[in-house]
Structure formats: C-alpha cells, structure tokens
C-alpha cells in the first residue's frame, strides 16, 4: 500500500509542486492549505475518524496558525504523537531558533534549499 | 540722761544731722535742698530738746525751748514746700503766706513773750511751756500743712502710677509715722500727761523719706517691714533673753557684776549662738509669709515657669508660657515675647506673642539697635522710668539721645520693662512688660525674679529654636529625598517604557525578518521546485532547445536564491543580530577543501590554476563553520572571477594569536585608493558604490567582512595596483 504524506502547506504552487512530485514517487498525498483545517485533521485523526498518515510535512507560517502551535497539538495527542514529521519552512533551523521557535529534535528542511526529487529521498529515508 | 534727751538727741537730732548732708552730696536739686532744709529744722529741733531735757533752772529751760521752738517754727512751711515740689504743684500764695507767717512766729518766739511764757515741771524730769494762744494759732497751722501736705500727696497718689506711686506710698507713711509721733510733743503742753519720748518715730520717718528720694526702685515698704521685722525680733530676742538671764540672776544672787556673772555670760553666749541661727530662719519664714507673701507666689512661679519650660520643646508653646504666667502671677496689664531676627548687620525683632499691646506701636521700639546693644551689654531688666533718669544723668550727648529716645519708644507703646533674653553671650530676644494693674512699682525681688525667669526663657527659646531648625532640616531632607526619588522613579518609568519599546520593536523586527524570509524565498522555491520537476521529467520529455534555456533559469534562479540568503544574512548582521553562531573546535583546513571541490570546475573552465598550500598543524578555532565557509568561498569565488590568467593561490599559516589565509591572485588588481574602500559596507563606498556593483564584488566581500568581524577577525586587501593581482588576508584570532 502506499505511504499517505499529510502536507500542511498554504502556498499553492509549492502544493501543485509536491503533489505531482510525491505522487510521481509513489505516495499519497493529502493537502491541507491552513492551520485550522490541520488543526481538525488531528483532532479527528486522534477520535479515530480519520487514518494515522505515515509522515506529516509541516509549514511553520501560515496564513492563521503558528505552525508551532500545530507541532505542539501534535506532539499532545497519543496517535499523533509518534507519527514522522519534518517541518518544511522557507527559513532555515538556525533562523527559526534564532527568532524563538523551539523546535526541540525536529527536522527541519528549507524549502528553497531541497529540490522535490532531494526530498522525496529525504522522506524515503524516514520512512524506512 | 531721761527718755526725752535719749530721743531728742538719737533718734531725732543726730540722724537728721548725718543724712542732711548725704542728701546734697547725693543731689543738688530743689528737693534735695528744701528736704536738708526739713532736715536741718528738725535737728536744730532735736537738738534743743536735749537741752532742755538735761538743764534744770527754769530761766536755762525757757531759753532753750525758745531755741528749740526755732526749728519747730520752720517744720510746716518747710513740709509744705517739699511736697508741693516733690509733685511739682505751684501754690506760690500758700507758700508765700506760710513764710511770712512763720517769719511771724520767729519774731514772737524770739523777740516777746506771746509764743511761750509759762513753764511747769513735767514728769519730775524737765521744765515744760503751757500753750500760749499765739502758740495754739501755730499749732493750727502745724496740723493745718501736715494734713494738707497728706492730702496733696494722696491725691497724686490715686492718679499716678509706678515708681512715683510707690515713692508717694512712702512719703504718706513716713509723714503719717513721723509727724503722729512727733506731734506727742506738743501734748504736754495742754497738760495731757504723754510722755514727749515718741517723737522717736521721726527717726523711722526720716530715713523713709530720704530713701525714697534717694532711690527709685529700692525702696519698697514690705522690704522694710520685713526686715525691720527680723530686726525687731532678733533684737527682741537677744535683749530679751539677756534680760531674762540677768533678772534670773539677780532674783537667785542679788548682785550682777560678779565674776560668776561674767561666767554665766560665757555659758549663755554659745547657747545664744545657736538659738541665733533657728530663730533668724523662724523670723525670715515668718515673715515672709505675712509681710512678703508675694514672693512665695513668685517662688512658685518660677517652679511652675521652669516645669513648663522644660516639659515644652515647642516654641509657641514656651512663649505662651511665658507670656502667660508673667502676666498672671505679676498682674500686669501688658506682656509679650519679641524675638531678634538678624539680617546681615541690621537687627530686627519678631513680634512672637503679645497680650494687651497694641501691635501697630511695637514697631517703633524693634528697630532700635540701641536697645539691643544696651540689654546685650547690660544683661539686665530694663525699666523704662529709669531711663528717663538715665537720659539726665548720662555723660555723653549721644548717650543722653539715645536714652531719651529709648525712653519714648517704650513710653510710645506703653512698655514699662524690658527684660534682656540672653543666650550663649547673645540677645535672642526680649520680654516686654507693661505696668502692673495695681500701679506699684516693680521692686527689686521682682525684677530678680524676672531676671531669673527671662535667663530660664533664653535657654529654652534657644533649645526650642534649635529643636525646630533640625525639625525644619529633617523635613526639608525628607522633601528632598521624595522628589528625587520621585525622579529617580520618573526616569525609571521612562527607562522601562524606553525599554519596553525596544522590545517591542526587536519582536516586531524578528517578525519583519522572519515574514521577509519567508516571502523572498516562497517563490524562489516555487521555480526551483517546478525546474526540478521538469527537469525530472514530470511533464514529460523536455526539448533540446528548451532544454538550455530552462538549465539557464535555473542557474539564475539558483544565484537569484543565493543573492537573497546573502541579503537576508547582511540585513540581519546589519541591524545587530549576530548570524554567526560561534561553535569550538572548529577546523579550518577542511573548509578549504570544500570549497576547492566548489572552484575547481570554474578554474578549469577558465583555465586557471588553483593552488591550496596548507599549513598542516593549524590549531583548531572558535567560529560558525557554515558562514566562514561563505565568507572565504566568496573571496575565493571573487579572485577566480576577477582573473583573467594566471592562477589563484591559498596559503594558511599560523602565528601565536592568529591564523592566516592569504588568498592572492594575479588579476586586475585593485587601485590604491579603492583598497581601503573595499571591505566597507555597502552604503559607506560613496561614489564608487556603482563600480563595485557592476563589479559585482559588492555583496559577497561586504559579506565576508562581516562575517570575519563577527568573528573578531580582520579582513584586508593588498595590491600592487591596476592588472598587478591582488591579495586578501584573513586573520581569525586562534583564542
């Protein structure tokens, strides 16, 4: 079966991007283009509503949420807890540190930085 | 010698004799004179009544009353005259008629008979006269001035007040003892069988009057009753017990004068001695209690005066104090408290409290330095009819002046004392007293007493002053500490706001930049994202043609990418946030082959050598690996794009502080005076700015500068000049 990517991204020609190069690589993609939707998605992941994705790509800047205050309602939920995530900015680690942002042991990739095809094997890597 | 003789001669005679003459060394007016005329009369009087008591034939007896009469003859008119100028009244007619009358009475008693004829042996002692008319008649007008003069006096007496009312108080007295004494004489006369020996009281009289005149102050009747009460005690008490004694004596032996006598004598003198001193004190308290009661009450004053001062630390409260119970205790209408307050060398006085002044007037009297000059010297109670007699007697004119001016002043405001409030040497300020409701004057214990209590009010003024000027500095230091903590407080509130803005801004700053990040690098993304998909064949197959122009926009974007990471990474070491995140043991010869792997290809591209010479034993450092890497990548990457043949060299050496890497070229060199320029920021290059752009050595080496310096290393360039190749020297501090 294939691997489901849940991508938390609000800029649409990088969603148009990932879809086609993630579904060229074989996985599933499910898109969600602001915080609230992602928001939801979790709570209705944690009742059970919803399937577990395999890996989570997660924007810190959104349109209404901190992708923070995202990774920190993930981290809180039992299901949701263990699953792969890689935060997806278009600032680098250093930067988001230097601005406040604990990101603790998080991945952390710059977009700019990562061509699709780099990172699909970035993912492929995870998922092993 | 009989009774009449002992009081003619001792008690009449002798003292008038001695005090006439006193009297006109002490003074040369009018009623010194007209008083030793009195005086003279009376001992001329006193005289003549020795005689007459000690000769025996009745011939001897009648020429010595006659004399005697001669002095009497004067008494009236000489009575009338004294006390008409010691009120300074004119009754020229009165006096007139009384001098011709007793010129009269001289011419009868001298020349005829009509004045005494009849004699008669009174008392088995002494011849003495029957009253003739003539003699009656004389009498008549004795009695007639006697209690006209009483009556002048008393009349004065209601109106006046002060020391002449107490001076007045006296002459009433001393007539009224003398003359009722004195006037016994003449009973004999008219057969009333009084012994004539009472005319003694003359004495008492005489020396009143004369002290009365004399002084004006010292004179006061419970002083005299007083001490001639201890006097009289004491004296009553010595003869007494001696007259005991010796009629115990004779009762039991008979005889005085004996040897054992003169032993009893020795044993009763001791015993006297002792007795002497309980008895003096029992006389003093007694008669203190009944001739002197006042002072009991001033002793209590002074008792209450000082509890208060001593209790009371409050200036207003002391002279209230003061004011207060000098007035009640004294009776006066007026008292007030005025306190010296100095300003430069002119001496003005506060007016602290007065009752019963009238304010408007004080004025006059506070701006005279003569009166402070004069308590300060002095130190004592001032009376103001004192002055008057001070102004007279002074010697200098401008001593006179100034007294009679003094004396105005204080009569202007109806002051009739001033006491000197003296502390540590200095006149502080002064109480003023008006005149006692009785109209007596103040006597000598009365202004010891206020001496007494104006020095006790000095110190606790001066206490009291004192208390409130550290009162007044506590209070102004705490004002003073309250504003500045105030300001101190204000400056902190400021600072904080200051500081709170700052904050804001910084947070607003990282959002600016963050947001800035985000919204450069979203689109780059974009293309990079989509040319990688298309170079991966998503869209399928691309053609040739296409094929080298999308390689193109890809490069570009690719730079385009790179340009804005280094803007971003400028801006942000521009506006003070360090972008180097320093990290130990950092080694820098493997940086060097990374970026070699980076360069080669364009090197060879553009046929270039390139050379790394490494020092092998470079220690390791303190420093930020991903930026020091761009920073010497750029200066690499620039010495390659700035040369057109020849080769680039790196060489890494160290020092004890530093390591060093030269990056040299043979290029086109950099002109001198573009090399100091070069490493500047961006905006400081002035006029060559667009040189340096179309350069394109602009934001890579503006870059590496503040990379280097974020790493408190140093940057500079050395050329020899125009297509002469240059060099870059890197230094980065091994500690």
């Known amino acids: 079966m294939a691997k489901k990517i849940l991508l938390v991204e609000d800029d649409s020609a990088i969603i148009d991007i990932y879809q086609i190069a993630f579904k060229g690589a074989g996985f599933d993609v499910e898109t969600l283009s602001d915080g609230q939707s992602a928001i939801d998605k979790i709570k209705s992941i944690e009742l059970g509503e919803d399937d577990i994705p395999d890996i989570i790509l997660l924007d810190i800047i959104l349109p209404d949420f901190n992708g923070m205050d995202i990774l920190k309602e993930i981290k809180k939920g039992n299901k949701t807890k263990s699953i792969s995530l890689i935060i997806l900015s278009n600032n680098t680690d250093a930067e988001l540190k230097k601005m406040g942002y604990d990101l603790g042991n998080q991945k952390c990739l710059t977009k700019a930085q990562h061509t699709p095809t780099q990172l699909i094997e970035i993912i492929k890597k995870e998922l092993k | 010698m009989n009774g009449f003789a002992i009081s003619g001669l001792f008690f009449v005679a002798i003292p008038a004799v001695i005090i006439g003459p006193f009297l006109l060394i002490k003074g040369r007016k009018k009623i010194h004179l007209i008083w030793t005329a009195f005086l003279t009369s009376v001992a001329w009087w006193g005289f003549g009544i020795y005689k ?33 100028a010691f009120l300074g009244l004119r009754r020229k007619i009165l006096l007139a008629f009384l001098y011709v009358s007793t010129v009269g009475f001289l011419y009868l008693n001298i020349f005829t008979n009509y004045f005494l004829n009849d004699l008669y042996f009174a008392f088995d002692q002494f011849y003495y006269p029957f009253a003739t008319p003539i003699y009656t008649l004389f009498i008549f007008i004795f009695f007639s001035s006697v209690i006209y003069s009483l009556f002048e006096l008393l009349r004065t007496y209601r109106k006046r007040i002060g020391i ?131 002072l009991y009450n001033y002793q209590k004053t002074i008792n209450k005066l000082t509890k208060e001062l001593n209790y009371h630390i409050d200036l207003k409260k002391i002279i ?137 009010a000095a110190i606790a003024i001066e206490n009291a002053r004192l208390y409130q000027q550290v009162q007044n500095f506590n209070k102004t230091l705490k004002q003073k500490v309250a504003e500045q903590t105030k300001e101190i407080r204000k400056a902190y509130e400021v600072e904080k706001k200051a500081h709170e803005e700052l904050k804001r801004l910084d947070k607003a700053k990282d959002q600016f930049i963050l947001a800035t ?209 240059s060099s870059f020297f890197i230094q980065l501090p091994i500690k």
């Open chain 2, 164 to 294: 002449i009312k107490s001076q007045i108080k006296y002459l009433i007295l001393a007539f009224i003892i003398g003359f009722s004494g004195g006037a016994t004489s003449f009973l004999p006369a008219y057969k009333i069988n009084v012994y004539p020996a009472w005319n003694g009281t003359i004495f008492v009289s005489v020396l009143m009057v004369s002290y009365a005149i004399l002084r004006y102050r010292l004179m006061d009747i419970r002083v005299v009753f007083r001490k001639i009460f201890i006097y009289i005690g004491m004296a009553g008490l010595t003869y007494g017990l001696f007259y005991l004694v010796a009629w115990g004596y004779i009762k039991l032996f008979g005889e005085i004068f004996t040897t054992n006598s003169y032993l009893l004598g020795i044993i009763v003198a001791p015993l006297f001695v002792l007795l002497f001193i309980w008895f003096n004190k029992l006389f003093i308290i007694i008669a203190n209690k009944y001739f002197f009661f006042k």
């Open chain 2, 52 to 84: 007459i008591a000690t000769v025996s034939g009745i011939k001897e007896s009648l020429f010595w009353l006659k004399v005697a009469e001669i002095g009497v003859i004067f008494i009236p008119v000489f009575l009338v005259h004294f006390v008409m």
């Open chain 2, 517 to 725: 990040q985000h919204h450069l690098r979203t689109p780059i993304s974009g293309m990079l994202g989509y040319l990688d998909l298309l170079f991966g064949g998503s869209f399928g197959k691309i053609p040739k043609k296409i094929g080298g122009a999308l390689q193109r926009f890809q490069s570009a974007t690719k730079i385009l990418s790179k340009l804005v990471d280094e803007f971003l990474d400028i801006s942000q070491l521009q506006i003070g946030r360090k972008v180097v995140a320093l990290k130990p043991n950092v080694e820098l010869n493997p940086l060097l082959d990374e970026i070699m792997e980076e360069v080669t290809m364009e090197a060879e591209t553009k046929k270039l050598s390139i050379k790394l010479e490494k020092d092998k034993s470079l220690p390791k450092i303190i420093a930020d690996p991903e930026k020091l890497k761009t920073a010497l990548f750029n200066i690499i990457d620039n010495a390659i794009k700035y040369t057109a043949q020849g080769g680039v060299v790196i060489k890494t050496s160290k020092s004890d502080s530093h390591i060093q890497i030269e990056v040299q070229d043979t290029g086109k060199g950099i002109p001198q005076q573009d090399l100091e320029l070069l490493c500047k920021k961006l905006f400081e290059r002035g006029d060559k700015a667009d040189k340096f752009y179309a350069t394109g050595r602009g934001i890579g080496l503006f870059m590496s500068t503040l990379i280097i310096e974020a790493h408190n290393g140093k940057i500079w360039a050395e050329s020899q000049g125009q297509d002469k190749g």
């Open chain 2, 320 to 456: 209230d104090s003061i004011v207060d119970t000098i007035k009640d205790t004294m009776q006066l209408n007026r008292a007030g408290v005025l306190l010296v307050k100095k300003e430069k060398e002119d001496i003005h006085y506060r007016i602290a409290k007065v009752i019963g002044f009238n304010e408007d007037n004080g004025i006059s009297l506070v701006q005279d330095n003569f009166l402070t000059r004069y308590l300060e010297k002095t130190k004592r109670p001032l009376v103001a009819e004192e002055m008057v007699i001070l102004a007279k007697d002074s010697e200098k004119p401008s001593d006179r002046k100034s007294f009679a001016q003094l004396s105005q002043n204080m009569k202007k405001i109806e002051a009739s004392l001033c006491l000197p409030l003296i502390s540590r040497n200095r006149l502080i300020g002064i109480i003023v007293l008006g005149s006692k409701i009785s109209g007596d004057a103040y006597s000598e214990e009365d202004l010891n007493i206020l001496d007494i209590l104006a020095k006790q």
